[in-house]
């Protein structure tokens, strides 16, 4: 019997979302689709909530070898929307290693539109293969916070770092419509983890990763992202340097360790104490206009708790976005 219905224009693995800014100056969702084996879901709004809610999902909690997702994101001038995740991204192994699992993503943001991207870490098994491609095309005044991790495995299995390759790669391109020129690329950040590639005279991939089970990257940019991209600026320049020599007296280290501290400096200082516990170690830098944050961490949960105590001490992304956005970082 056939379907009365109309045969679907878009393929396995497609989605496509579109927010749009009514006249009420409240973010709206316009369009949303997807095909299996991607799945996207947009709770009904809240008053007075901040920004679009979608959750980016895969049927089964993960993508078996050899799926492909696409991924398309439009938002339009003065809209906010944030995507998150109901939990790791699970990639399984293929039935055979040239068999790859890809994932790619495209981002437009028109003028004063901002997006929020703080979604749970991808979490690659044993032997698998994956690719992901994530693009921005981003106009003047928009606003972007991306966050990208990935974890060593499953550690109840004794995964640690046994995936067959891994690649991730992330571009910011600066677009303006009013303008004929090309966009021009302002960031491109790409990690290679090949965990079957290395000879005997290198390290492991295991060996590489110096204990670390989970490694991220945030990117911020744009005139949303100023106060918490200067943040990270500063709180990383505060950080105690190796081979640093205190010069002072031990009375005055005395009257000092005495005074009481403000807030923040308390937080810090906690904060600097658990760094070090949980061998986390994290840089941040000004890039044409962006600012990147690497981190990695022993456990997976100390990355989780350090990335969402750091978002939540400053504030703005809550703020503008709403607490919605930090929902997988909590």
Known sequence: MDSPFPKSSSSPGEGRIVVDLLPNNVSTLEQISYQYPLKLISPSPKVGQA???????????????????????????????????????????????????????????????ALC???????PFDSSVYEQTQIFNVAPAASLCLLDWVTHGRS???????????????????????????????????IILD?????????????????????????LRGPMMVKIGEFFLSEFAALPRLGARDFRSAETREKEAATPRSPIESWRASRVTQEKESNLLWSAASVRGCVIVKFGAATVEAGRNWIGSMLLQEGSIEQEFGEQALICLR
Do not use: C
């Not at 039935?95 to 028109?110: A, G, I, K």
């Not at 991207?117 to 979490?123: E, I, K, T």
């Not at 390759?165 to 020129?181: H, L, Y």
């Not at 290198?202 to 110096?210: G, I, K």
């Open 51 to 113: 920004s679009v809610l979608v959750f980016l999902l895969s049927y089964g909690g993960g993508l078996v070898g050899g799926d492909q997702v696409n991924l398309s994101v439009e938002v339009r001038s003065g809209a906010k929307l944030s995507i998150v995740t109901q939990g790791h991204t699970k990639i399984f192994q293929p039935v055979s290693p040239d068999v790859v699992t890809r994932q790619r993503l495209q981002v437009n943001l028109e003028k004063d539109a």
């Open 195 to 219: 965990g079957k590639g290395q000879s005997t005279q290198l390290q492991t991939l295991q060996e590489s990763m110096y204990k670390h089970a989970i490694m991220g990257t945030l990117i």
């Open 156 to 190: 109840a299995r004794g995964e640690n770092w046994s995936l067959r390759r891994w690649v991730g790669r992330n571009e910011i391109w600066a677009s303006d419509s009013q303008k004929p020129s090309k966009p021009r690329l302002l960031i491109r950040d790409a």
């Open 117 to 123: 991207l703080l979604p749970d870490p991808v979490q």
